[in-house]
């Protein structure tokens, strides 16, 4: 069969999930036809902008809507926009033709039968329904329609979500499946998940029976919204949006419909009764009350007595809205400190007040319900957990936390108190397999129900997890362990709050340095969990500066540098792979990396200004260093310079990895994108191995850096008055915006001079040192660790 190469990609329905999933195809750099409707009363119009209207309003919105589908603002420039009548045929000339029109099989059986006269043979065809069976969707279509034809599902945002459910029909061919779970997964960055042609396909299903089935706690332990969703969130590893806020971002009407679709659909499921819709929740329909788009739902915005926004929540007995309550548990206190999610999920379940009740409950009836479930949603274990975590931001799936609670031990209490489980689990549980997973040799192996053995996750090949290779630590301490994932090559993370960097992170990327140079090829850093790292720990410079230690923390900041300076200046490569919140420290151990491969999603920045400090760690003199090797004949030398500084100045936070080469964080040509979270810490590998197998040589510190002196350093100023004087910064802002560009002009030098790293990495320290014992410094440092925020001062 001929190699299916995606060039250009045609979406037919711009509503909210069309005009978005439009977005992302073009994110990865692919051309795309964005048809929609003719309005009504433009049907008789030759104005071809009165005939795209709709298709126009609808790509607008989404371009401007938060959080935003495009990677950079470029993106929309390769979507063609067109309509139904007067540019179907240009599907002709595209690879994929991806349907998302309204959630009606005539409107869509009728769309197809005008595709098909279209569509060259060959041609992928999908639908994006949710709702629809995909079998029912190519009845009556052509042999070459129906082989090629599959149902793709993606989540909204689909940027975000990283779940794209695979649902073939019995007539697609198997190579269009396989190609579309790997495309999905390379190309896409999804967790393609292979789901049967069954109502609500896998993740929907799961996680609307777990939304309903609390509904049902609700009801009988007499929990309040604010209580769930409490219990819900963050603390067992949800999503802070967490149940009832889930709802309102996702439309009470929709999740009703879901339910509704499941109860209607499925009479064999054991917990249909679970899907039947509450009184209350019909009421909020019937009164329109669906969540943040009609304004109200669980929760109501209103205007405090001083004009200020408040929160209100739905009390479901009385349906009032009453201000928030801060729920108090006492378990959930204890476990709030811990920060290993496993540990609290045991301590939660095992807990004996109300919350450990619910707990139980909650656990108890969802690890029954998907037990059930195989075969008849999916035949493997790992894909109902990938589809949950992918789909519903769950940083655990529901196999994973059975696992974590025991599974022998969970099934006798589930018994005790009266939830059954597939026969399939006993099974397994008799022939002494006591867990759905288990790791060896640094790959995650899986129950698989029908050989009753264990098999390797599929496609896991290109996927390395760290903290699979327990068994290959070659060094740790408290807060970092070094792993040897194969091939000579070392892996280096650490597990600290928000991943921050102190001394005991610094020493780990010493230390990982050196014996990667002893013995291995190279390292790659590289961090689990929700971000990389929020940077250097500023609550130890806060302690160190408020007791006013200046010789420890002229100290700790030549710690960080040094340790920088020794990422860059190492014998072998060192290579960062960077994912979410890489700020501050994290930035500036990517600008001394011989290479970065980021995750698309990561939001990487020098954010230091932002609570009155400048980069202290090498980040402000590797700009500096950039910006020299930027100058050129064709413009002023300053600009390079100013846009350097500026990028510094303002904080800027890069909105995606794409976007990190724009502020000139990531180096064209050198740093890489990777689409698929997962994949980065294997593409990071491959790195290593290639840098050195090339022949790596060690760089040489630079001494021929060009500082701009006093004139460049009068217009900064300047600038920077400007500022202030227009209230666009504060005084203190001025302060530290003037310390930062002393330091990127080389100091009071009279005229632009040669100097080496060490010059300004010395100048870059003596400022964040005066910066620490400046008191609007202290306080901007003290609003965040309390508040998340720096205070404006």
């Known amino acids: 069969m001929n190699k299916r190469i995606i060039k250009k990609v045609a979406v037919l329905g711009s509503g909210v999930m069309g005009s978005r999933i439009a977005c992302h195809f073009a994110g990865i750099g692919l051309q795309v036809l964005l048809l929609d409707m003719v309005p009504t009363e433009a049907k008789e119009s030759t104005d071809k902008n009165l005939r795209n209207k709709i298709v126009n309003d609808s790509l607008q919105a989404a371009i401007k809507s938060n959080p935003s589908p495009v990677f950079t603002k470029d993106v929309p420039n390769r979507i063609i926009t067109g309509n139904f009548d007067d540019n179907l045929k240009d599907i002709s000339a595209c690879d994929w033709v991806i349907e998302v029109v309204v959630e009606r099989l005539d409107v869509k059986q009728a769309l197809y039968e005008k595709v098909e006269q279209f569509r060259k043979p060959g041609t992928l065809i999908t639908s994006n329904t949710s709702g629809i069976p995909i079998h029912l969707l190519s009845q009556g279509r ?13 989540f909204n945002p689909p940027r975000y979500l990283r779940l794209l459910e695979i649902i073939p029909t019995p007539d697609t061919d198997k190579s269009v499946v396989d190609f579309l779970l ?30 309903m089935a609390i509904f049902q706690a609700v009801e009988k332990l007499g929990l309040t919204i604010d209580e769930v969703d409490a219990l819900t969130g963050p603390i067992i590893g949800r999503p802070k949006s967490a149940t009832f806020r889930t709802a309102d971002v996702v439309g009470i009407d929709t999740l009703v419909k879901v339910a509704k679709g499941v109860y209607d659909n499925c009479p064999t499921d054991e917990q249909r009764s679970t899907f039947q819709i509450p009184s209350w929740l019909n009421k909020l329909v019937e009164n329109n009350w669906l969540g943040d788009k009609a304004g109200q739902g669980f929760f109501k915005k209103v205007k405090g007595a001083g004009g200020e926004k408040d929160i209100q929540t739905l009390n479901l007995q009385t349906l009032e809205y009453a201000p928030r309550q801060k729920p108090k548990f006492a378990s959930v206190d204890a476990a709030k400190p811990v920060d290993d999610l ?9 807990a004996q007040d109300k919350a450990g009740e619910f707990y139980r409950q909650f656990h108890y009836g969802l690890f029954s319900y998907i037990s059930h479930r195989i075969p008849e949603i999916s035949d493997e274990v790992y894909r109902i957990d990938d589809a949950m975590k992918a789909g519903f931001g769950w940083e655990i799936g529901a196999f994973e936390s059975w696992d974590v609670l025991g599974v022998e031990r969970t099934v006798a ?43 390797s996750i599929s496609g896991s090949n290109e996927f390395i997890i760290l903290s699979n290779y327990q068994d290959k630590i070659v060094w740790k301490n408290n807060s970092c362990k070094l792993y040897d994932i194969g091939d000579n090559v070392l892996g280096l993370q650490w597990n600290t709050k928000m991943n921050s960097i102190g001394g005991d992170v610094l020493t780990g990327i010493t230390k ?11 390292l790659v850093i590289a961090n689990e969990g929700a971000n990389f790292s929020a940077g250097a720990n500023v609550g130890m410079i806060f302690m160190i500066a408020i007791e006013q230690e200046w010789d420890e923390l002229d100290m700790a900041i030549r710690m960080f540098q040094n340790t920088m300076m020794r ?29 970065v491969c980021a995750a698309a999603e990561t939001y990487v920045g020098l954010v230091e200004l932002g609570v009155g400090l400048i ?49 000139g964080i990531y180096r064209k040509g050198l740093d890489e994108v990777v689409m698929n979270l997962d994949r980065r ?40 008055n400007g500022m202030t004087k227009a209230d666009f910064a504060t005084e203190h802002d001025a302060v530290v915006a003037r310390k930062l560009a002393y330091v990127m002009c080389g100091g009071d030098l009279s005229e632009a001079t040669l100097v080496s790293e060490q010059y300004l990495l010395d100048l870059e320290r003596e400022a964040f040192l005066s910066l620490c014992g400046e008191r609007k410094t202290l306080e901007r440092i003290q609003s965040v660790l309390k508040g998340g925020k720096p205070v404006r001062n």
């Not at 496993?342 to 095992?350: A, D, H, P, R, T």
């Not at 202290?616 to 064709?634: I, N, P, Q, Y």
């Not at 191995?689 to 009068?714: C, F, H, N, W």
């Open 182 to 211: 790997h495309y999905g997964d390379l190309y896409l960055g999804k967790t393609t998940v292979l789901a049967k042609d069954t109502p609500a396909f896998i993740a929907n299903r799961i996680g609307v029976f777990g939304i």
């Open 142 to 154: 052509s042999e070459d329609f129906r082989k090629n034809f599959c149902g793709t599902h993606f």
């Open 512 to 522: 990982s340095i050196e014996l990667a140079e002893k013995d291995f090829k190279g």
């Open 615 to 663: 980069p202290g760690g090498g980040g402000t003199k590797e700009f500096v260093l950039r910006a020299s090797d930027e100058m050129h004949e064709d413009e002023p030398e300053t600009i390079t310079l100013k846009n350097r500084f500026l990028t510094i100045a303002t904080a800027k936070v890069a909105t995606s990895a794409f976007e990190g080469f724009n502020l």
């Open 567 to 595: 990422a860059r200046y190492s014998s072998v490569p060192v290579v960062v792979a960077h994912h979410g919140l890489s700020l501050g420290g994290a930035c500036e151990l990517a600008l001394h990396s011989d290479k």
């Open 413 to 455: 209490a589930m018994k005790a108190a009266g939830y059954s489980v597939a026969p399939w689990v006993e099974d397994m549980l008799a022939a002494g397999n006591k867990s759905f997973y288990k790791v060896e040799g640094g790959k995650m192996l899986v129950y698989d129900p029908s050989s009753t053995t264990y098999k």
């Open 342 to 350: 496993k540990q609290q999920l045991k301590m939660l379940v095992g």
């Open 681 to 720: 810490v294997m593409e990071a590998k491959k790195s290593v191995i290639e840098i050195y197998d090339s022949g790596y040589v060690m760089p040489t510190q630079r001494k021929d850096i060009k500082a701009m002196g006093r004139d460049v350093l009068g217009s900064l100023y300047a600038g920077i």
